[in-house]
């Protein structure tokens, strides 16, 4: 074991190898607030990467109802559940942020690689302690989540008849939109006896080398957010590929800058923003004030990373949901979660304008800039002041085209019936 | 593999989940939802057919709950907090103003329309 350090529990932690990082981060944020659970990311990824034969229940990307669901079934749950039993009471936070090496504060518990040294079974200690989730488990994502789907055969052209006479949700629940985290220190590139996974120097996206890999599923195993899978018909194990051709700029739209992932471009909601954010020599992200990743994480804080205190370091971050009970919020998302929901709720003038560059443009923003406009509105909301201003925000490319310009009191366009399907 | 039928013996079927709160959240819920589509550029009419639209499942589950006068008086009191028009298509002052839903009547909304794009739903076999 080697000690790393991990900014987002704010302390150094035991991890299978040496730090090593590379030379930019692939990153991204999900507004849970605005996602409706449409399913345009699941079906844009499913229909570019895995429609062949052996990956029919494999879903690189998903959308699952929470609290009632999950892909595959109590994830989250089960790991949580497992660490628990190996830190009773022990998994908690010393709440003093400290800058960018510990912007949630201090992580008193114990991560999935510290909790694995004391699982030991007849096979040794694992990597990372996890699970492996049954075939029933991956079989069928979002069922029984909120759709309920009757009790009879389904025929063509024809809504499911008796779903009303099935529970609702009466209470607060939100879509929880999932790929791989692309993590600093994945579990399961820590558990793999063939050092099959890799992360890329140039941009961290995490792969498996299907020459090396055989199936042994011990990345599944270690995975907590469970996003590696087995394909049967190759007998190795496969994952969210970041879509690299696209973060590379090979493909042919982006006119050869770095584009987003398809599940990013295709969200219809807006609620998605991906990036390549630049790393110190600690890991810790280098200030790039006008990277809007870097300005959501670091500056206003309103994105935070998705169950930090697992360890791995995920590079995806969450706009929390502000409707959702806080001790739920909490455990999910950590410490940050109140400021988040506040800032959020009553959000300053900068972070408007730069909110409005989610789902803009599929190529990828490495920059923005803010023109001022006028002020258009002033009032209190929940006792704080909060004015609006009508500002301008561009974003650009890698190679500083422009790739969107846009306000922050934006006007909607509808198409007419006539075109309402036409590209 | 799913099945058909439903058989309320199967351990997998219908999974109880305890929440750690029975908190009602309703409103902030509502809230968030009328303020997100709003931020997005849609005017009142459109938020409230999202409401009725029972796709929308979070939405409509507000709407079936706590009623549509709840919903109506949610929407005027987030476009007032927010500055923001009314009516998009009656009002071209382009000042913000506060007192175009001051009544019930003021929502001239058909009560059949459920789609914020003026498309027909279709209709739920339920």
Not at chain 1, 250 to 279: E, K, S
Not at chain 1, 304 to 316: D, H, K, R, S
Not at chain 2, 82 to 102: E, L, T, V
Request: with cysteine; net charge neutral; charged share 25%.
């Amino acid at each position: 074991m080697s000690n790393v350090f991990n900014w987002q529990l704010g302390r150094e932690m035991d991890y299978p190898f040496d730090a090593a990082f590379p030379d930019q981060q692939f990153a991204f944020i999900f507004n849970i607030n605005r996602c409706i659970g449409c399913q345009s990311c699941t079906m844009a990824c499913k229909s570019t990467w895995t429609f062949s034969k052996g990956q029919e229940s494999m879903w690189w990307n998903n959308v699952e109802t929470k609290p009632y669901g999950g892909y595959p079934h109590h994830w989250d749950v089960k790991t949580l559940d497992l660490l628990e039993q190996h830190n009773p009471g022990g998994q908690t936070w010393s709440t003093k942020p400290q800058d960018l090496k510990g912007p949630y504060g201090k992580f008193n518990g114990k991560t999935i690689f510290e909790a694995a040294k004391t699982n030991v079974s007849p096979e040794g200690a694992q990597k990372a302690m996890g699970y492996l989730p049954t075939d029933e488990e991956w079989a069928a994502p979002n069922r029984f989540e909120d759709n309920p789907t009757g009790s009879q055969k389904g025929a063509k052209g024809e809504y499911f008849k008796g779903g009303e006479a099935l529970p609702q949700h009466k209470t607060w629940f939100f879509y929880l939109a999932r790929i791989c985290n692309h993590c600093t220190y994945p579990a399961c590139l820590a558990a793999c006896p063939r050092n099959a996974i890799y992360k890329r120097p140039e941009d961290g996206i995490v792969l498996i080398d299907q020459e090396r890999c055989r199936g042994y599923r011990k990345c599944m195993e270690a995975c907590p957010y469970k996003k590696s899978f087995y394909r049967a018909t190759t007998r190795t194990s496969e994952k969210c590929i970041g879509c690299y051709p696209r973060v590379e700029g090979r493909d042919q739209q982006g006119g050869g800058v770095p584009m987003q992932t398809r599940c990013m471009a295709a969200c219809i909601g807006q609620i998605r923003l991906q990036g390549l954010v630049q790393l110190n020599k600690d890991g810790t992200w280098k200030e790039d004030r006008y990277n809007p990743l870097y300005y959501l994480i670091h500056v206003a804080k309103v994105a935070l990373p998705l169950y930090p205190q697992f360890g791995t370091e995920p590079n995806g971050f969450y706009i929390p949901p502000r409707w959702v009970p806080r001790p739920y919020l909490r455990q999910m998302f950590g410490p940050g979660v109140d400021a988040a929901v506040e800032k959020y709720s009553v959000p300053e003038r900068e972070l408007l304008a730069v909110l409005q560059l989610f789902g803009k443009d599929a190529r990828i923003c490495f920059r923005y800039e803010i023109k001022e406009g006028p002020k258009v509105f002033e009032t209190e909301i929940r006792g704080k002041k909060f004015e609006l201003y009508d500002d301008t925000v561009i974003g650009y490319a890698k190679d500083g085209t422009k790739i969107v310009e846009t306000k922050v009191e934006e006007t909607l366009h509808l198409r007419d019936a006539k075109h309402a399907n036409s590209i | 593999m799913p099945k058909d039928e439903f058989d309320f013996d199967d351990p997998m079927e219908l999974n109880g989940m305890a929440l750690l709160s029975d908190e009602d959240t309703t409103e902030p819920m509502t809230e968030c939802f009328i303020e997100e589509f709003m931020r997005l550029g849609y005017n009142h009419k459109q938020v409230l057919a999202l409401f009725r639209n029972p796709h929308y499942v979070g939405m409509n589950m507000v709407l079936q709950n706590r009623g549509e006068e709840f919903v109506k008086e949610n929407i005027r009191e987030i476009f007032t907090r927010w500055g923001r028009p009314f009516d998009s298509n009656h009002c071209s002052c382009g000042k913000p103003h506060h007192s175009q839903i001051a009544s019930e009547q003021a929502i001239p909304l058909d009560s059949t329309a459920c789609d914020p794009m003026g498309a027909a739903i279709p209709e739920l076999n339920l």
